[in-house]
């Protein structure tokens, strides 16, 4: 597809459940960004790679975030024991180099109960 | 600390009736300044991107203004369905990553 795909749009999980997160970047995209959005927010950074390259995390809130991106184009999100504030719109960018404009793909909303 | 402040956090106009939205921002050795456009249930839209002070781009009834401090989302006589949220970014004084504020709703009613 021409633009960045995100999959699944919509998960339920119950609390201590492990969920997984899929993005697939524009083709050619170098850059690709993981954010959480809470309601009435801006996005919040996550992780950024470049390539397969994991260059910073330092977003990610704890250690049950994982992020991966093993052959410098689909991305996973993995979220281990998820808990009830881990509930948000998980969005994910990609662009062809750096910081130039990013382009984002529709988000995952995740509900944990 | 690097920060990216808009306001007002909502504005509500009727339609025709032009205004601006504001970014101010705190960052060392500014990369650029992104506008985006947020609906609903969906991802950002990028609309702009500004790099130095005195830089403008448009489109359609939108203008971006940049200065040394600030940003400016200049929007004339607009329509019902520019109501969403706009939403400005700049990379942090590291370049390691791109933060955002926490936007302006804007809802224009017809």
């Known amino acids: 597809g021409a633009g960045v795909s995100q999959s699944p749009r919509y998960k339920v999980a119950k609390r201590g459940q492990d969920v997984a997160l899929r993005c697939d970047p524009i083709?050619?995209?170098?850059?690709l960004f993981w954010y959480q959005q809470a309601l009435g927010q801006g996005p919040e950074f996550l992780t950024y790679?470049?390539?397969?390259?994991?260059?910073?995390k330092s977003g990610l809130p704890s250690d049950r975030f994982f992020a991966e991106r093993p052959e410098g184009s689909v991305s996973t999100l993995k979220i281990q024991r998820t808990q009830q504030e881990d509930s948000a719109v998980y969005l994910c960018?990609?662009?062809?180099?750096?910081?130039?404009?990013?382009?984002f793909g529709q988000g995952t909303r995740l509900t944990v109960v | 600390e690097d920060q990216v402040t808009q306001s007002p956090e909502a504005l509500r106009l009727q339609e025709g009736e032009s205004s601006s939205l504001n970014c101010s921002y705190t960052?060392?050795?500014?990369?650029?300044l992104f506008w985006y456009r947020q609906d609903p249930g969906k991802g950002p839209e990028f609309l702009f991107t500004?790099?130095?002070a005195g830089e403008e781009k448009e489109k359609e009834r939108l203008k971006a203004t940049l200065t040394k401090k600030e940003s400016f989302l200049h929007i004339t006589a607009p329509k019902p369905e520019d109501s969403a949220t706009y939403l400005c970014?700049?990379?942090?004084?590291?370049?390691?990553?791109?933060?955002f504020g926490s936007g302006t709703r804007l809802s224009i009613r017809p």
């Open positions: 790679f470049q390539n397969e390259a994991q260059l910073d």
């Open positions: 960052v060392s050795g500014l990369r650029g």
């Open positions: 500004l790099y130095s």
């Open positions: 083709s050619g995209h170098v850059s």
């Open positions: 960018a990609s662009s062809p180099q750096g910081y130039t404009e990013a382009f």
């Open positions: 970014a700049v990379p942090d004084s590291s370049a390691s990553k791109i933060i």
